[in-house]
């Protein structure tokens, strides 16, 4: 069956149906079709409609089946997967709290964002487009009241938020996850602090009794130990990406720490958190490129030991391999993989922009 339109110069136009769809023959003009505002959009659009929009500088649009797009971009669009952890928080002196994971953002399917969230919505990005990329540092450790939370880490539009400080005397400090409170002399019972919803749990508390049992930094897949009379708080587990093609865990809290004429036993961490000290030693510091929160410093009587460094964050762009990255201007340092059909960046340093091609 066919259908004959007349108006083309060459007299008319004919548009046949055939197996592979309709077939426009014998024109030599030109076809119009809808021209109009955003606001007059279809109402309900179907797949393939086609359109010239005059409220985006007369781009013909198609709609996908999810949006409108212009014509073209469709083939500049590609889809990327992240991992965006933010630095890990600075474990308090003797005494003192874990320090808080820092913020943990994933969107591969079937895994989780930290908080208890699931994963988020991989990201839509373009050919030719600058994307900015920041790999946040983790936050300093003790002496009493100087450890400080993580850095933010950056890609794009998802922001990971810094780790929280542990507490030395005081409560810890809210961030990606949460520090641990501290104890010392009559310290009260401080209340946890909290972590960022779908990025961390909260900070452990202490036991309320002087100079015993800190808190353990929160970690992005549990809240951080509660100290004891006989226990020092431990970190809060991490969770665990497929990203780079094997699971790796990563943003575990810092672990609690005391003193040798009270707890001795450190607080635990894992997942890149670092334990708490022990008789008068220093906090273990969070692994570089986890996120992990430092451990805090303990006590041995005489001489206060410091509270040890949060880890620095990561970032990690899973895309097709047919995209190929660059970093304009530098700052940045990462590698890249490919297998099985996607490259894989990780960015372990530094802030800058990049783009694709």
């Given at each position: ?19 592979g ?47 409108w ?5 469709q ?13 890990g928080?600075?474990g ?19 895994e ?23 790999v ?41 996850s ?23 749990f909260?900070g ?11 808190g353990g ?24 990406s ?40 220093a ?34 762009i ?40």
């Amino acid at each position: 069956m066919a259908i004959t339109i007349s108006g083309g110069s060459a007299g008319t136009t004919t548009i046949e149906g055939n197996d592979g769809g309709a077939q426009l023959t014998g024109a030599t003009g030109a076809l119009t079709i809808p021209v109009g505002t955003t606001a007059q959009r279809p109402g309900t659009p179907a797949t393939g409609m086609l359109r010239l929009n005059t409220d985006t500088g007369d781009v013909v649009e198609v709609y996908d089946g999810t949006a409108w797009v212009a014509v073209g971009d469709q083939f500049n669009l590609f889809l990327a997967n992240f991992l965006v952890i933010a630095g890990g928080g600075g474990g308090g002196t003797a005494f003192g709290g874990g320090g808080g994971a820092g913020g943990y953002r994933c969107s591969v399917t079937g895994e989780s964002s930290g908080g208890g969230a699931s994963a988020e919505s991989s990201l839509t990005l373009a050919i030719g487009t600058t994307y900015t990329v920041t790999v946040g540092g983790g936050g300093n450790g003790g002496p009493s009241g100087s450890a400080t939370n993580g850095n933010n880490s950056v890609f794009a539009t998802i922001t990971s938020t810094g780790g929280g400080r542990g507490g030395s005397g005081v409560a810890g400090n809210s961030g990606g996850s949460g520090g641990g409170a501290g104890s010392m002399g009559g310290a009260p019972t401080f209340a946890a602090a909290a972590g960022t919803a779908n990025q961390g749990f909260a900070g452990g508390q202490n036991t309320g009794s002087a100079n015993f049992g800190p808190g353990g930094g929160g970690g992005a897949g549990g809240v951080g130990g509660t100290g004891t009379t006989t226990v020092n708080g431990g970190g809060g587990i991490g969770v665990s990406s497929s990203i780079t093609g094997s699971s790796v865990g990563r943003a575990g809290g810092g672990g609690g720490a005391g003193g040798v004429a009270f707890i001795t036993t450190p607080g635990t961490a894992t997942d890149g958190g670092g334990a708490g000290g022990s008789g008068g030693s220093a906090g273990n510091p969070g692994d570089s490129n986890t996120g992990g929160g430092g451990g805090a410093g303990s006590f041995n009587g005489s001489a206060w030991a410091n509270g040890a460094g949060g880890g620095s964050g990561v970032v990690i762009i899973k895309y097709p391999d047919t995209r190929t990255i660059s970093n304009p201007g530098g700052g940045l340092t990462f590698t890249t993989a490919t297998a099985g059909g996607f490259s894989v960046t990780t960015f372990t340093v530094g802030t800058g922009n990049v783009s694709f091609a």
